[in-house]
């Protein structure tokens, strides 16, 4: 056995263990089962790495996103330890090599998403490989109290079988005490040590600010940060958007989803983690596995779905230990949204029937048959033909693939999409030569707003339906406007990869599952309700709301939070300074709130009252312009 000091000097450079770091690594080394809650940026892939290479064999890593397995692999590699990723997409003949590999090939580490796991294949080679240790990435996924669980993962329980001597570590940032009973009862630890950093993370300032012109409001941290920042949004059109808001008011800034190139997202990331770009808009699977401790400010743009992701997106801010704000904007329009998108789109047991059984019709599926058929499917053109709601159906497809009835490979990055590269001005020359398309031209321009400015997703279906024609009307008139060059258009058959797992059953199929899918939007509906009494309750630290959540009481204040900072007495002598301040501007000329906070480096809050002060003292006024000028 080598020295765990020694290997984290050699490997990552630091010479001490941080937190619980080291008790957990002792822990593995002799044998014992090990729960690691740790948070954010807390250090958790060391925990199971370093007993790993401690000890002769391999150590078996399950975890949930490819991004994050590929992220770990490419960093061990970077250090000169040998690992392997095997995720899904991956022929059988390579699969069959890379597990050679990893039987001869002195390898430390294999990374498995939970679902490959389940392949006889993988389980039957992996008996043979000297496995030193099993961690459980991400282990919050087993439990269906947890904010992502995943039924995949209830099968790491039978590497207990597979495996009865060898240790299992369980890590997670974001677990409530239901869910650690839940971890080490599936995954069957015996006399486990649970180990529990405190969340707390002194260093962030969580507030919440009520703002209608959230562009604005967004604009104005921005314009003071002076390191790095992160924007989480929940759309890839909205990221593109805001990223171009930012970029537009002179801001460094760009945009980060699913849908962007191998080779573009590479080199965005880049040059965001090289500061090269300060901000970066994201949709919220970014950050996952990704090391950069100069994050000064996250900003949720829009409310997440629960505490869970929110806490851990908002820890990816402060990690280098050094003053850092986690900010939600938001209105009440925002709460509204929210509710319907989380709640409104879940598909109860008769949708989920209904959904099953036009997807095996639109297939031509005969009952009793499909098992293990792989179809292309149009997820537009499917939702057209059937009249179904797009997310609702998108969600049903989900639950579908979560609960083994399905595999859905998502590639929505290849859907049809257009952009108009000619002029307004050139567009209306062109309708007097081309009149007979005239009426579809004009309906992708009402239906989509943006056009001109973004590579937009269109619903060709919908867009026959609404003309009034066949699709592949819609298709040649796209086509001769790509040949004119008009649009820049791309048009691919499927945006959804549908392999059938189990023979057509209908209603039977969904009847053994049906129960598990009602509990599951009842706990999805709690989740949803305490994000949204943290974000209305302003009369408890943020800080304490946080951590109770998670089964710790803190006993002060955080004194930086929102709620702590609007809570502290009023300096009544500084109040009489910005006044006079204020003052001394509108005597030169009118103003309005916005140009004041501007002008003035006072915090907001005060200056606002100041002015409050002022009009209820009759000293200023507000104009028909809403500037504010000298009584």
Not at 2 to 27: C, V
Not at 81 to 96: M, R, S, Y
Not at 502 to 514: L, M, W
Request: charged fraction near 25%.
């Amino acid at each position: 056995m080598k020295n765990p000091l020694e290997i984290l000097k050699k490997y990552w450079g630091f010479t001490s263990f941080r937190g619980s770091q080291e008790e957990i690594i002792t822990a593995i080394l002799k044998k014992q089962d090990t729960l690691a809650l740790l948070p954010t940026g807390g250090g958790k892939s060391i925990c199971f790495q370093i007993p790993a290479l401690a000890n002769d064999g391999i150590c078996i890593v399950v975890s949930p996103l490819i991004a994050l397995i590929q992220n770990q692999v490419n960093h061990l590699k970077e250090r000169g330890i040998k690992a392997i990723a095997l995720t899904g997409g991956i022929p059988f003949h390579e699969v069959n090599q890379l597990l050679d590999n990893c039987l001869y090939g002195n390898y430390k580490f294999l990374y498995l998403s939970p679902e490959r796991l389940q392949q006889e294949i993988v389980q039957e080679r992996i008996q043979k490989m000297n496995v030193n240790l099993i961690a459980i990435d991400e282990a919050h996924c087993i439990s269906q109290w947890g904010h992502d669980f995943r039924p995949a993962y209830l099968k790491c329980g039978e590497l207990r079988n597979l495996f009865p001597k060898v240790p299992i570590v369980a890590l997670t940032a974001t677990a409530t005490k239901k869910v650690v009973t839940d971890i080490v009862d599936l995954l069957q630890f015996e006399t486990p040590l649970v180990v529990k950093d405190s969340f707390a993370r002194k260093n962030i300032a969580f507030k919440v600010y009520w703002e209608e012109d959230k562009r604005y409001r967004l604009k104005q941290y921005c314009m003071a940060l002076r390191k790095s920042a992160i924007v989480y949004v929940r759309t890839r059109r909205l990221a593109q958007e805001i990223a171009q808001y930012l970029s537009a008011n002179k801001l460094s800034s760009t945009y980060f989803h699913g849908g962007i190139p191998k080779q573009e997202k590479e080199k965005k990331l880049h040059s965001w983690l090289n500061n090269d770009i300060k901000i970066m808009v994201a949709t919220n699977a970014f950050g996952m596995g990704i090391d950069k401790p100069d994050v000064s400010l996250v900003v949720h743009y829009q409310i997440p779905d629960c505490l869970e992701n929110y806490f851990q997106e908002a820890g990816r801010a402060g990690r280098d230990g050094n003053p850092a704000e986690a900010i939600i904007i938001t209105n009440n329009t925002d709460i509204d949204v929210a509710r319907k998108q989380f709640l409104d789109a879940l598909p109860d047991s008769a949708f989920l029937k209904f959904v099953y059984n036009k997807l095996n019709n639109y297939f031509r599926i005969a009952y009793g048959e499909g098992q293990d058929s792989l179809f292309l499917l149009n997820f537009s053109e499917f939702c057209s033909v059937y009249s179904l709601p797009a997310m609702r159906t998108y969600n049903a497809l989900q639950i579908l693939d979560r609960n083994s009835v399905i595999a859905l490979n998502t590639a929505f990055k290849k859907q049809a999409t257009v952009q108009f590269l000619a002029t307004k001005e050139q567009l209306y020359s062109y309708f007097a030569k081309n009149s007979h398309m005239v009426p579809i031209i004009q309906t992708i321009l009402r239906t989509y707003g943006g056009i001109f400015d973004f590579e937009t997703k269109i619903n060709v279906p919908l867009l026959a339906k609404k003309t009034n024609t066949t699709i592949t009307r819609v298709k040649e008139v796209l086509n001769k406007l790509l040949k004119d060059e008009i649009i820049a258009y791309k048009a691919l058959h499927s945006d959804l990869e549908v392999t059938f797992l189990v023979p057509r059953e209908d209603d039977i199929t969904i009847n053994v599952f049906a129960k598990k899918v009602a509990a599951l939007h009842k706990i999805k509906a709690n989740n949803l309700n305490h994000m949204l009494n943290y974000v209305s309750t302003n009369k408890t630290c943020r800080s304490k709301q946080l951590l109770h959540y998670f089964g710790e009481r803190a006993q002060e204040n955080c004194g930086i939070c929102d709620v702590c900072v609007q809570s502290k007495p009023i300096d009544n002598e500084l109040l009489q300074v910005i006044k006079k301040d204020i003052l001394t501007l509108l005597k030169e000329k009118r103003c309005t709130s916005r140009q004041l906070i501007a002008s003035l480096t006072y915090k907001e809050s005060l200056l606002l009252q100041s002015l409050q002060e002022l009009l209820e003292e009759d000293v200023i006024k507000i104009n028909t312009r809403n500037e504010y000028e000298l009584g």
